[in-house]
């Protein structure tokens, strides 16, 4: 299919290099444009001893006739050389779609929305290798390119692997032909409007995971978020349709004290360890799954109450002194930070800052008043001590002075949370390197 067809992979990211040994497999005449410092990438020699050409980024390589262009999904596609190629007919695609045109038919479960979907795709990939651990792989946004799950596991030549997919809206702006077998918007919240023109753009990438679903698929519904229930008015699902909830009788939903899956009692909540309501959202989407697929309901409730949540998801990471310290470093919009707050009952001194996302900060002045004190850092820190904390918080500029601003203040029974509102790249360069080194701070006390 791709063989001696000429390929541009824009951008060398995780993804991007990926997609170019999988092209490089199938015969195509690879090149590769990155706009950093080529010869400073540590990759860059080894798809050179592939073959593949890798360049800087130029207005020459944009006019060359390609056959085809892989573009990071995180190259905003309204760029002008991007849509140079679209009006030349040059396909732009992303590496989810590239893969999934050269790979044999897998069982894919993919799950997209604003919030939630690492620790989802974590829990569901644990409970669907616990029944088929011979062939369940996660990949996606979560860390691991599709590419990569492809070569190393040969699906050019093997079928019917249960591919967790955790997918972002840059992800499926660009696809063609990619479908799911089984998939689901956990919710839907403004975000990235630093990428997207605006809210409806957003949302309506989302939507594109089921587009091309057909009725003997499977899409499972949160009918709790009233914008994704408009949303799938504007945009129909052609796929079977089944239901969860925290808050009314659905397919699979759950009350105050238990979970219920098609009306019968399936395990209570208080065996379940992770915190927060929102959590619990997260677990009816994936039993949602699990059981559609035909998975044991032992099996699944075993594995979600042993589920101890995902790395920088209001991640416990101590207690000193009768405070306890969590690291929501994933939270990089406002619902997010939100959700976490909703998440403690207890005094919470929140650190928030980083990025400059232009996101609006109004939906969390209600939770406001749920906090002891805010501490705003980073390049929209004083955006947020100005239009959060009306002055009332703390200004700083790094996430250090923050945390020492934070012990400043805490007394036995608080809580110290970083959910900073927004992502890292004015002084990180991702979310796990801040939270790491949130961690790392915290850990380092008293030693």
Same mark, same amino acid.
């Given at each position: 299919?791709?063989?001696?067809?000429?390929?541009?992979?824009?951008?060398?990211?995780?993804?991007?290099?990926?997609?170019?040994?999988? $092209?490089?497999?199938?015969? $195509?005449?690879?090149?590769?444009?990155?706009?950093?410092? *080529?010869?400073?990438?540590?990759?860059?020699?080894?798809?050179?001893?592939?073959?593949?050409?890798?360049?800087?980024?130029?207005?020459?390589?944009?006019?060359?006739?390609?056959?085809?262009?892989?573009?990071?999904?995180?190259?905003?596609?309204?760029?002008?050389?991007?849509?140079?190629?679209?009006?030349?007919?040059?396909?732009?695609?992303?590496?989810?779609?590239?893969a999934y045109s050269?790979?044999?038919?897998?069982?894919?479960?993919?799950?997209?929305?604003? &919030?939630?979907?690492?620790?989802?795709?974590?829990?569901?990939?644990?409970?669907?290798?616990?029944?088929?651990?011979? &062939?369940?792989?996660?990949?996606?946004?979560?860390?691991?390119?599709?590419?990569?799950?492809?070569?190393?596991?040969?699906?050019?030549?093997?079928?019917?692997?249960?591919?967790?997919?955790?997918?972002?809206?840059?992800?499926?702006?660009?696809?063609?032909?990619?479908?799911?077998?089984?998939?689901?918007?956990?919710?839907?919240?403004?975000?990235?409007?630093?990428?997207?023109?605006?809210?409806?753009?957003?949302?309506?990438?989302?939507?594109?995971?089921?587009?091309?679903?057909?009725?003997?698929?499977?899409?499972?519904?949160?009918?709790?978020?009233?914008?994704?229930?408009?949303?799938?008015?504007?945009?129909?699902?052609?796929? &079977?349709?089944?239901?969860?909830?925290?808050?009314?009788?659905?397919?699979?939903?759950?009350?105050?004290? &238990?979970?219920?899956?098609?009306?019968?009692?399936?395990?209570? *909540?208080?065996?379940?360890?992770?915190?927060?309501?929102?959590?619990?959202?997260?677990?009816?989407?994936?039993?949602?799954? $699990?059981?559609?697929?035909?998975?044991?309901?032992?099996?699944?409730?075993?594995v979600v109450k042993?589920?101890?949540?995902?790395?920088?998801?209001?991640?416990?990471?101590?207690?000193?002194?009768?405070?306890?310290?969590?690291?929501?470093?994933?939270?990089?919009?406002?619902?997010?930070?939100?959700?976490?707050?909703?998440?403690?009952?207890?005094?919470?001194?929140?650190?928030?800052?980083?990025?400059?996302?232009?996101?609006?900060?109004?939906?969390?002045?209600?939770?406001?008043?749920?906090?002891?004190?805010?501490?705003?850092?980073?390049?929209?820190?004083?955006?947020?001590?100005?239009?959060?904390?009306?002055?009332?918080?703390?200004?700083?500029?790094?996430?250090?002075?923050?945390?020492?601003? $934070?012990?400043?203040?805490?007394?036995?029974?608080?809580? *110290?949370?970083?959910?900073?509102?927004?992502?890292?790249?004015?002084?990180?360069?991702?979310?796990?390197?801040?939270?790491?080194?949130?961690k790392n701070l915290?850990?380092?006390?008293?030693?």
């Amino acid at each position: 299919m791709y063989k001696d067809k000429k390929i541009l992979i824009i951008g060398m990211a995780r993804s991007g290099v990926a997609a170019a040994k999988l $092209a490089n497999k199938l015969g $195509a005449t690879v090149t590769v444009t990155e706009k950093k410092n *080529i010869e400073e990438i540590e990759e860059t020699e080894e798809l050179r001893n592939l073959g593949v050409n890798v360049c800087q980024q130029s207005d020459e390589i944009f006019a060359d006739d390609f056959d085809l262009v892989i573009k990071n999904p995180g190259i905003n596609g309204k760029l002008p050389f991007i849509a140079q190629f679209k009006e030349r007919n040059i396909p732009v695609i992303t590496e989810i779609e590239f893969a999934y045109s050269a790979m044999k038919k897998q069982n894919i479960i993919a799950i997209t929305g604003s &919030n939630g979907k690492t620790t989802s795709c974590t829990l569901l990939y644990e409970i669907i290798k616990a029944a088929h651990p011979e &062939n369940t792989v996660l990949c996606g946004n979560i860390g691991k390119a599709l590419c990569d799950t492809v070569l190393e596991n040969d699906l050019l030549n093997n079928d019917g692997y249960n591919i967790i997919l955790e997918i972002s809206n840059f992800q499926l702006v660009d696809i063609i032909n990619f479908k799911p077998d089984f998939a689901t918007i956990l919710n839907l919240s403004a975000d990235h409007l630093d990428f997207h023109k605006d809210e409806d753009e957003y949302f309506s990438s989302k939507c594109r995971i089921y587009e091309n679903m057909k009725k003997d698929d499977n899409f499972f519904l949160n009918i709790d978020d009233a914008t994704l229930l408009n949303y799938i008015e504007k945009y129909t699902i052609k796929a &079977n349709v089944s239901t969860f909830s925290t808050e009314k009788t659905a397919d699979i939903y759950a009350d105050s004290d &238990n979970i219920y899956a098609s009306g019968e009692h399936l395990m209570p *909540i208080k065996d379940i360890k992770i915190v927060g309501r929102h959590n619990i959202q997260n677990i009816l989407a994936c039993i949602s799954v $699990a059981l559609k697929m035909g998975i044991d309901k032992n099996i699944i409730v075993d594995v979600v109450k042993n589920f101890g949540g995902v790395e920088h998801r209001i991640e416990f990471v101590r207690e000193l002194d009768g405070v306890r310290y969590y690291n929501d470093s994933k939270a990089t919009n406002v619902d997010a930070v939100i959700t976490a707050i909703k998440a403690f009952d207890k005094p919470i001194i929140l650190l928030a800052g980083g990025f400059e996302k232009n996101l609006s900060f109004e939906p969390m002045l209600p939770y406001y008043k749920k906090l002891k004190k805010v501490i705003c850092f980073g390049a929209c820190g004083k955006r947020l001590f100005d239009e959060f904390t009306n002055g009332s918080g703390i200004l700083v500029n790094t996430l250090d002075e923050a945390l020492y601003e $934070a012990r400043n203040i805490a007394v036995d029974g608080d809580v *110290i949370l970083l959910s900073p509102t927004t992502s890292s790249y004015d002084q990180y360069s991702c979310f796990e390197e801040r939270g790491e080194h949130f961690k790392n701070l915290v850990n380092g006390y008293g030693q």
